[in-house]
């Protein structure tokens, strides 16, 4: 079975120019999460989906950031524009389940370099 | 609101020694704990959940945790460690078994031979 996609794996961008990360989920998983990672903490969560509807996006930086998940299928989250402090790993999971015993899968990740 | 905190930034330990990764959670209502491994430019894979039930969790690569609600307590532990295990490890907490987690600051398992 074919894991969570994510691309591309590395991009270096200017700040104040835009950036988008594309996430494909595993077939049928219905629930997907946008998570940042900046270097030596935890993963925040972004934003949830669950099929194409949007569950939770109260740590999303609304006024920089925007994520769509159309077709309730990939996800595509974007920077415009981005600032130094954007610089992170951006984790895209998927679950079958939004609860439950179920399991998120994580992709390998977007390192995002603002410079 | 919930906090997780990991109060070791990097455990050190030799090949076949046993380890212990502290976690402790903060929150005002119920929690489902996780651990979670992240290999050097790796996403992060599951290692173990407590959802309900038995308080000793046992998970994949021979870890297990314990849960402790008088301590707010999920520590992970492994008998005998492998050169393999070094990594990152997270805990985690949600509050309503989804993956909307809240992560610790991770702790870097350093294994030496």
């Known amino acids: 079975e074919a894991g969570v996609a994510q691309s591309p794996r590395y991009k270096i961008i200017e700040k104040r120019q835009s950036v988008a990360f594309w996430c494909n989920p595993i077939?049928?998983?219905?629930?997907l999460y946008w998570y940042q990672q900046i270097l030596g903490q935890g993963p925040k969560l972004l934003i949830q989906?669950?099929?194409?509807?949007?569950?939770?996006d109260s740590q999303l930086p609304k006024d920089r950031f925007s994520a769509e998940r159309l077709k309730g299928v990939d996800s595509t989250l974007k920077i415009q524009p981005a600032k130094l402090e954007d610089s992170a790993v951006y984790l895209c999971?998927?679950?079958?389940?939004?609860?439950?015993?179920?399991?998120?899968?994580f992709g390998q990740g977007t390192r995002l370099t603002v410079v | 609101a919930q906090s997780v905190t990991q109060l070791d930034s990097q455990v050190p330990v030799f090949e076949e020694a046993p380890v212990e990764l502290r976690c402790n959670y903060s929150?005002?209502?119920?929690?489902?704990l996780f651990w979670y491994v992240q290999y050097p430019n790796q996403g992060l894979q599951l290692l173990l959940k407590?959802?309900?039930?038995?308080?000793l969790v046992k998970g994949i690569n021979g870890f297990e945790a314990e849960f402790n609600k008088s301590q707010t307590s999920f520590h992970l532990r492994k008998p005998s460690v492998h050169i393999s295990d070094t990594a990152e490890y997270f805990c985690a907490v949600s509050v309503d078994s989804s993956y909307k987690l809240i992560f610790g600051s991770g702790t870097r398992l350093l294994v030496r031979p």
């Open positions: 407590y959802l309900s039930g038995s308080t």
């Open positions: 077939s049928g998983h219905a629930t």
């Open positions: 989906f669950q099929n194409n509807g949007v569950v939770d």
């Open positions: 999971a998927s679950s079958f389940r939004r609860v439950g015993n179920t399991e998120a899968f």
């Open positions: 929150s005002s209502v119920s929690v489902y």
